[in-house]
């Protein structure tokens, strides 16, 4: 099974500036999407192929990396973004998630 | 567009089998795909449970594997989730969502999207 290590557990960012999520698997993938969840809502899906934004994402979101590190950035926070967002790969079964990063504001 | 939604009891007691449904609407699962159940614990992340093709070609997650049954009712565009040998640690919120990608000749390869918006289920007496 691949593991999935999401950092940091909690990030603090003021409304306007950036973040900076990271993912590490266990093991080197090519296939892995980043959601974002809100409280009492399902998760929602952000990116997938650690680049694409899937449709009606906004350009401030964007995915990057490779082998085993990958990175959400949110280049400018608005204040609908503050929630927690999970990494999944999908190069393995048994699909696995990331323990999730929750994004605050600080 | 694509909707689901799922449904079932919301308590269920401890040894027995819980079961729940998805419903699709805004596209035929005949047409495709693999569709899949993802869990989550209270206050806890996301666990994969398992996903199935129209054809009832299925993966489940080893962890749940002997316990779980994913089918498919194309007649009635939904489909469905049995977790046998209830205990506490299976209280979560269940969902359903389509599994999108691609498939190679080997295996396939897929991000969940849409997600229903989730059940809750209770183990408990």
């Known amino acids: 099974e691949i593991v999935m290590t999401q950092s940091p557990a909690t990030l603090s960012v003021s409304p306007g500036e950036r973040a900076t999520l990271s993912c590490r698997a266990s093991?080197?993938?090519?296939?892995l999407a980043w959601y974002q969840q809100k409280f009492g809502q399902a998760p929602r899906l952000l990116i997938y192929?650690?680049?694409t934004r899937a449709t009606g994402i906004p350009a401030r979101f964007s995915g990057s990396g490779s082998g085993t590190e990958f990175t959400l950035t949110i280049s400018s926070l608005q204040s609908e973004d503050f929630a927690v967002y999970y990494c999944?790969?999908?190069?393995?079964?048994?699909?696995?998630f990331g323990q999730g990063t929750r994004l605050e504001i600080k | 567009q694509v909707q689901l939604q799922e449904s079932g009891p919301g308590l269920v007691k401890p040894s027995e089998t819980l079961s729940l449904n998805c419903s699709v609407s805004?596209?035929?699962?005949?047409?495709?795909?693999?569709w899949g159940w993802i869990r989550q614990s209270p206050g806890k992340g996301l666990e994969w449970i398992g996903s199935?093709?129209?054809?009832?070609?299925?993966y489940y997650n080893p962890s749940l594997k002997s316990r779980v049954t994913i089918s498919v009712d194309t007649s009635k565009n939904q489909f469905s989730l049995k977790l046998t040998s209830l205990t506490a640690a299976d209280t979560a919120v269940y969902y359903c969502?389509?599994?999108?990608?691609?498939?190679?000749?080997?295996?396939?390869?897929?991000?969940?999207?849409?997600w229903g918006q989730g059940a809750l289920v209770t183990v408990s007496s």
């Open positions: 999944q790969q999908y190069n393995n079964w048994p699909r696995t």
């Open positions: 093991q080197s993938i090519t296939n």
């Open positions: 969502a389509r599994a999108n990608g691609h498939c190679d000749s080997s295996t396939c390869y897929n991000w969940f999207d849409p």
């Open positions: 192929g650690a680049s």
């Open positions: 199935i093709y129209v054809s009832g070609n299925t």
């Open positions: 805004g596209y035929f699962i005949s047409n495709g795909y693999y």
